[in-house]
């Protein structure tokens, strides 16, 4: 388990001041994280680039799988950063030719997810990124999605983390969370 390093505090600082909370997104009752003002920052984007890369050094994983749709902004840099590849787990009909599916329960109703049924090797280790880890749901669907392809998750890196949903508990697997909130 991996948590922010309360070492390096002006990080921390700068990256929860340009989280915008936004209440009452999707649905009434949840308080969304809004992460893009983070992407939208070159600088930022770097800091959490870099700090994804040295909490899971490259030779521990083979590709960087990421979830739509900020997961995207996050896994492209870090697979470049580290010289891999990447893939993308999408929603589902968005993803051309045969694909694996897995249905997951949201703070706020019900999603499923995709992956390419080509888009990993057996035995591949795969770094799945995504921005919040809220309920572990949608995160719970793509570790499902890339066992099942036969690749193992190498480990779960995520910007913020929202520790009282205990999400973290569910999925099973190595998480690192660049925030807590």
Same mark, same amino acid.
């Given at each position: 388990?991996?948590s &922010?390093?309360?070492?390096?505090?002006d990080?921390?600082?700068?990256?929860?001041?340009?989280?915008?909370?936004?209440?009452?997104? &999707?649905? &009434?009752?949840?308080?969304?994280?809004?992460?893009?003002?983070?992407?939208?920052d070159?600088?930022?984007?770097?800091?959490?680039?870099?700090?994804?890369?040295? @909490?899971?050094?490259?030779?521990?994983?083979? !590709?960087?799988?990421?979830?739509?749709?900020?997961?995207?902004?996050?896994?492209?840099?870090?697979?470049?950063?580290?010289?891999?590849?990447?893939?993308?787990?999408?929603?589902?009909?968005?993803?051309?030719?045969?694909?694996?599916?897995?249905?997951?329960?949201?703070?706020?109703?019900v999603?499923?997810?995709?992956?390419?049924?080509?888009?990993? @090797?057996?035995?591949?280790?795969?770094?799945?990124?995504?921005?919040?880890?809220?309920?572990?749901?949608? !995160?719970?669907?793509?570790?499902? !999605?890339?066992?099942?392809?036969?690749?193992?998750?190498?480990?779960?890196?995520?910007?913020?983390?929202? @520790?009282?949903?205990?999400?973290?508990?569910?999925?099973?697997?190595?998480?690192?969370? !660049?925030l807590?909130?």
């Amino acid at each position: 388990m991996t948590s &922010p390093d309360p070492s390096d505090l002006d990080f921390l600082r700068r990256a929860g001041r340009l989280i915008r909370e936004v209440p009452d997104f &999707p649905i &009434p009752g949840v308080l969304f994280q809004d992460a893009m003002p983070v992407f939208a920052d070159a600088a930022m984007l770097a800091a959490v680039v870099d700090r994804v890369v040295a @909490s899971h050094p490259p030779q521990g994983f083979d !590709l960087v799988a990421g979830i739509e749709a900020r997961g995207f902004l996050l896994a492209a840099p870090v697979a470049y950063a580290a010289g891999r590849g990447v893939v993308a787990i999408r929603k589902t009909g968005k993803l051309p030719g045969p694909c694996r599916a897995e249905s997951y329960d949201l703070e706020y109703g019900v999603g499923v997810l995709e992956l390419q049924r080509a888009a990993l @090797s057996r035995g591949q280790r795969v770094l799945l990124v995504d921005d919040v880890l809220a309920t572990g749901g949608t !995160l719970g669907a793509a570790t499902a !999605l890339i066992e099942a392809a036969g690749a193992v998750v190498a480990g779960v890196a995520v910007l913020i983390e929202l @520790s009282g949903l205990a999400g973290r508990d569910r999925l099973g697997v190595d998480v690192t969370a !660049l925030l807590l909130r």
